[in-house]
């Protein structure tokens, strides 16, 4: 049997991650303490509901079978999406 669970949490696992990095990239300077604020704002339910209804998101969402072959998991040579107030 395969269970959706386990592919949530590494969903959730990989969400963190890339907010994380990001949020460093753009935020070099600030106190871990307020990177971790910030991290925590993105991935709110709240705001990954408003992120999910946004139009622009569209782009971003890949609906075909993920093939480690074609694909790579972003790295710190990925680019930085800023995920600003103008995007929700």
């Known amino acids: 049997n ?3 669970k386990s592919l949530e949490k590494l969903d959730d696992s990989f969400l ?3 907010i994380s990095i990001q949020s460093f990239k ?4 600030y106190h871990e ?3 971790n604020i910030k991290k925590n704002k993105i991935i ?3 705001a990954l509901f408003k ?3 946004a139009p622009k ?3 971003f969402i890949c609906n075909e079978p993920f093939d480690i072959k ?3 998991i972003p790295s710190d040579n990925s680019q930085a999406y800023n995920f600003g107030k103008d995007f929700l």
Do not use: D, K, Q
């Not at 753009?26 to 300077?29: A, F, K, L, S, V």
């Open 70 to 72: 074609v694909r790579t």
């Open 16 to 18: 963190r991650y890339a």
């Open 57 to 59: 998101i569209l782009r």
């Open 33 to 35: 303490g307020l990177l």
């Open 44 to 46: 709110s339910n709240v």
């Open 51 to 53: 992120l999910g209804c």
């Open 26 to 29: 753009t935020c070099e300077n």
């Open 2 to 4: 395969f269970h959706l």
